[in-house]
């Protein structure tokens, strides 16, 4: 990482609303809202998009071109870098809890215990968990989706003739991710901790020690690392052999006086972005750890809540729970 | 820190007239704009932007103590209705028929972020007055609800005569002496006194009197004498320990054992309320606790005329009156 002053390169944003999420729609960097709507953000102009009209998005995640955004009108809807709105779903006014998507176009969402699954023609399927559902995720490979709720999570595969696979663990589990490789499932839980499984086994780790609930999980390009929230440091869980976190200590970067409440890592180098809940954004190398400011904390600061980086990794947009956000376009 | 929402829970038998008192606090003009959490939509007689339907799932904490069950539904509906911020300022949660409040007290003091943004206001049980005796013969739900309340409603008083009244009333009283008791045909009660409670901030726990009573009592007692010509009731299992001294308190002895025995015998204690007199403290020590979860914190100084006195109350199943008699003494100063 060069030693550049990386404020220099950052545009400051304000979105006038609570951020629920970032990315980009290909090159073009947007702002899911906590209003209900999708900001575009651009040198040149700003455009809205009121994907959610009186209503407040929930859930949002960024999928090829397009925001993938889940309301708490019951509706999902995909918005295009053109402002396009195209209606996905609509659960009558159900509340969305959960949505994930895949690059192939796929997309999963949830409204209580129902989890709907979309493949890339537009085929529906329906799953009904066993409890309320909290967090979704497609596993890289084939077509499955992990899926969390009380006592466990569930591996649902909507086009074939198996039964659902459960995981069991007692609690309530928020968010689920899958390793890259398939090899991992992890969830974050109500009670601030980790769980983790080995899929091949369903073999338990469970990763407790954390001050606060982690709701944000990012891995690494490689799948040797996952990122994630809820401590006054990145705490990064290894998973580069097929006993992944067990009987390892994690790494923590970026240790300062605040609560990571986002991280991402960046899609190319062994990079963490993290935004704390002063508002302060860190880019964090491991594992040597080195540091490099990107956003000091501005005055009444509040918690970063979004962040993302463009596929290339040249870009890293975040957004915070005040409506502040910004754009660091990273110097060569 | 900016305010926290007040949170009003409703409970009750189904006929009771919950939902009579439900639609009222959401057409009445009492200033307040309600999000309202529901178990079953048809209920809501009036047009309400922010009616959220609920699961009523309670899952279990994972320490291994049955009592420490959370309504993860709640925690999930409370953290998208804040993003509705502005549009609301107070949330009214109704539980079903068979619900035991419990569950739904405690979510509001487990979740970090619940409690940085919301803050129980009261529980409020709507009650029959011509099937209660029944209910609380039969299902131990009902009795929850009617010890667990900071204000209980008992409604359709229309339907039986002033004797049956009266010994509801007393039945109520043995299990709950310190609820505020309303009598009503059709809930016709003012809202302030259901709405605006401060019953679990510690700030506005002034004085832990029975509802009956006026005046001090400033001696060593338990809840045992008949009081206003009330006919006296002893609950089989729920009952209330009450114990008064006239002494400061040890913290040094006091915090460790009220923590142990909140732990210990948690799952017994529906609620425990308390007004202590630390030794060399010139403020008053109060603490409130569901079950196994405990909140407490130095409040207001004593008043010069005040009497320190030191104070509290458990309210429960089988309660071990003569530990805890012997255990609170113990820790005086």
């Known amino acids: 990482m060069a030693a550049a002053f990386l404020p220099a390169h950052l545009m400051p944003l304000d979105a006038g609303a609570p951020v629920a999420a970032a990315g980009f729609l290909g090159q073009a960097p947007a702002l899911a809202l906590e209003d209900g709507t999708v900001l575009f953000v651009t040198l040149a102009a700003e455009q809205r998009v009121a994907a959610h009209p009186d209503a407040s998005i929930l859930v949002a995640v960024a999928s090829g071109d397009k925001f993938i955004t889940g309301g708490d009108d019951g509706r999902v809807v995909a918005v295009s870098a053109d402002g396009a709105i195209h209606e996905i779903a609509d659960e009558k006014g159900k509340w969305i809890d959960a949505l994930a998507t895949r690059d192939d176009g796929s997309i999963a969402w949830s409204s209580g215990k129902n989890v709907r699954s979309r493949d890339p023609a537009g085929g529906i ?78 073999k338990d780790m469970r990763m407790s020690g954390y001050p606060a609930k982690t709701r944000s999980l990012s891995w690494s390009f490689d799948g040797h690392w996952l990122a994630t929230s809820g401590a006054d440091a990145a705490i990064i869980w290894p998973f580069t052999d097929k006993d992944g976190p067990i009987n390892k200590a994690p790494l923590e970067s970026g240790a300062r006086n605040a609560k990571v409440t986002c991280v991402a890592f960046h899609p190319k180098s062994l990079v963490v972005a993290q935004g704390y809940d002063d508002g302060v954004v860190l880019l964090c190398r491991i594992p040597d750890g080195a540091e490099i400011l990107v956003r000091a904390s501005p005055k009444d600061a509040r918690a970063i809540t979004a962040l993302a980086w463009d596929h290339a990794g040249g870009k890293l947009l975040f957004g915070a729970a005040d409506g502040t956000a910004g754009l660091l376009d990273m110097p060569a | 820190m900016a305010e926290r929402i007040p949170v009003t829970v409703l409970t009750g038998y189904l006929g009771a007239g919950k939902t009579t008192l439900l639609n009222r606090i959401l057409s009445e003009d009492h200033g307040r704009k309600f999000a309202v959490i529901v178990n079953e939509f048809g209920e809501i007689g009036i047009d309400n932007d922010l009616v959220v339907g609920a699961d009523e799932e309670v899952f279990e904490m994972n320490n291994g103590c049955i009592c420490c069950t959370v309504r993860g539904d709640l925690i999930r509906i409370v953290e998208g209705l ?252």
């Open chain 1, 125 to 202: 399927k329906t799953f009904i968990a066993p409890s309320s559902v909290r967090g979704l995720a497609f596993m890289a490979k084939g077509y499955r989706i992990a899926i969390a709720h009380y006592d466990g999570a569930t591996l649902w595969f909507p086009n074939a003739a198996a039964p659902p696979d459960l995981f069991q663990w007692k609690g309530s589990h928020l968010s689920i991710t899958a390793s890259p490789n398939g090899r991992f499932l992890a969830t974050s839980m109500q009670e601030n901790a980790l769980h983790a499984w080995r899929v091949a086994d369903k």
């Open chain 2, 82 to 333: 804040l993003k509705r911020k502005g549009k609301f300022d107070a949330i009214l949660v109704e539980t079903t028929g068979l619900a035991d409040p419990a569950p739904v007290a405690q979510t509001f003091f487990v979740d970090a972020d619940v409690r940085d943004a919301a803050q129980l206001d009261a529980v409020v049980t709507v009650a029959d007055a011509k099937w209660l005796g029944e209910r609380l013969k039969d299902a131990p739900e009902a009795k929850n609800q009617i010890a667990f309340a900071d204000v209980i409603i008992l409604n359709k008083t229309d339907l039986v005569g002033a004797d049956e009244v009266s010994e509801i009333e007393a039945r109520i009283r043995a299990i709950n002496p310190y609820a505020k008791l309303h009598k009503t045909v059709n809930c016709a009660v003012p809202l302030d006194v259901v709405l605006g409670r401060n019953a679990f901030d510690l700030d506005r726990i002034l004085e832990i009197e029975p509802d009956f009573l006026d005046g001090e009592h400033d001696h060593e007692h338990e809840h045992e004498h008949a009081h206003h010509g009330l006919k006296h009731y002893h609950d089989e299992d729920m009952q209330s320990v009450s114990l008064s001294i006239e002494r400061d308190i040890d913290p040094e002895k006091f915090m460790p054992w009220l923590q142990n025995y909140v732990q210990k015998e948690g799952a017994s204690i529906l609620r425990a309320k308390g007004i202590l007199a630390f030794k060399d403290e010139s403020k008053r020590f109060v603490f409130q606790s569901v079950h196994m979860l405990l909140d407490g914190d130095l409040q207001r100084e004593w008043k010069p005329q005040e009497k320190r006195l030191s104070r509290l109350v458990f309210i429960g199943r089988n309660l071990k009156k003569d530990e805890i008699t012997q255990g609170f003494l113990g820790c005086a100063a």
